[in-house]
C-alpha cells in the first residue's frame, strides 16, 4: 500500500488576516509602508493622462477621476466596517462626516483631515479641508487646465463612503488659494514629511515648491438626508 508523503509545514492560523493590515501611506506610524508615495504618483499620474485623453472638457475629466474614486471609497467603507467589527451603522450627519474627515482619512492618507467646517451661507454644505492632498502634490496641471482639480479623485472617494453609509451628496473638490498665516500652519503640521518630498527630473532629485492652494472638498447633501437628521433631534 502506497503511504502519503508527510510534510513538516504547518499553516500558521495567527497570521494577520490581510484585510486587517495597515493600508499604509504618507505619515503612516506604521513600519510597512505597502505603497509608496512615488509608486502611488506615478500611477496616478497615468490614471489622469489616461481619461484627458479621452474627454473634451475640464469638467468632464473631473467627472471621470470622481468616477474612479467613487468605487474605492465603497471599499474602503466596506473594509473599514470589517475592521471595526460593529454591527451598528451610524445614523447622524455630523458622525459620518467626522468619521470621514477622521477615520477615512487616516486610513487613506495616514493623518486626518485638517478641518470639518459647515457652510454659514447653506445649512446643507459642509467642507473638508485638506493642507497638502496627495493626490495633487505631485501633479503639475498645466497652463491650459488651470481650472483642474486633480483631487475630484478624492471627491469621488468621498461620494462613495457617503453614498455607501447611507447619507448620498454630491461632492465636489476645490483648489482655494492659501490665506496669510495659512501657509505657516502648513509648514508647522507637515515639517516632518516635507524634508522627504522631492521630484526626480534629469537624473536628479529637487525640493517640491511650498504650496500656494489647499484643497476643499464641498459635500452637499441630498435633502431628505437633512430632513432624517432632524428627525433624528425631534
Do not use: C
Amino acid at each position: 500500500q502506497q503511504q502519503r508523503p508527510t510534510s513538516n509545514l504547518t499553516m500558521n492560523r495567527t497570521a494577520a488576516n490581510i484585510l486587517d493590515r495597515p493600508l499604509g501611506g504618507r505619515g503612516s506610524r506604521t513600519t510597512e509602508q505597502l505603497v509608496s508615495q512615488s509608486s502611488f504618483a506615478y500611477l496616478y499620474s497615468e490614471l489622469v493622462q489616461y481619461h484627458q485623453s479621452r474627454v473634451s472638457s475640464i469638467s468632464d475629466l473631473e467627472r471621470r477621476l470622481e468616477s474612479s474614486g467613487y468605487g474605492v471609497g465603497l471599499k474602503v467603507l466596506e473594509l473599514l466596517a470589517y475592521r471595526a467589527k460593529e454591527s451598528k451603522r451610524e445614523t447622524r450627519l455630523m458622525n459620518i462626516l467626522q468619521f470621514v474627515s477622521s477615520n477615512v482619512w487616516k486610513a487613506l492618507f495616514g493623518k486626518a483631515a485638517d478641518s470639518l467646517e459647515r457652510s454659514i451661507d447653506h445649512a446643507d454644505e459642509f467642507m473638508i479641508v485638506d493642507y497638502e492632498p496627495l493626490t495633487s502634490t505631485y501633479v503639475s496641471v498645466p497652463a491650459d487646465l488651470g481650472q483642474l482639480s486633480v483631487d475630484s479623485y478624492v471627491s469621488g472617494m468621498i461620494a462613495g463612503v457617503l453614498e455607501g453609509a447611507g447619507f448620498p451628496a454630491r461632492v465636489t473638490a476645490h483648489s482655494v488659494r492659501l490665506e496669510e498665516g495659512e501657509g505657516n500652519a502648513v509648514s508647522s503640521s507637515s515639517s516632518s514629511s516635507q524634508h522627504h518630498q522631492a521630484l526626480y527630473h534629469g537624473g536628479t532629485f529637487s525640493a517640491l515648491p511650498p504650496r500656494t492652494s489647499k484643497a476643499v472638498f464641498l459635500v452637499k447633501f441630498a435633502p431628505h438626508v437633512l430632513q432624517r437628521d432632524a428627525g433624528l433631534d425631534r
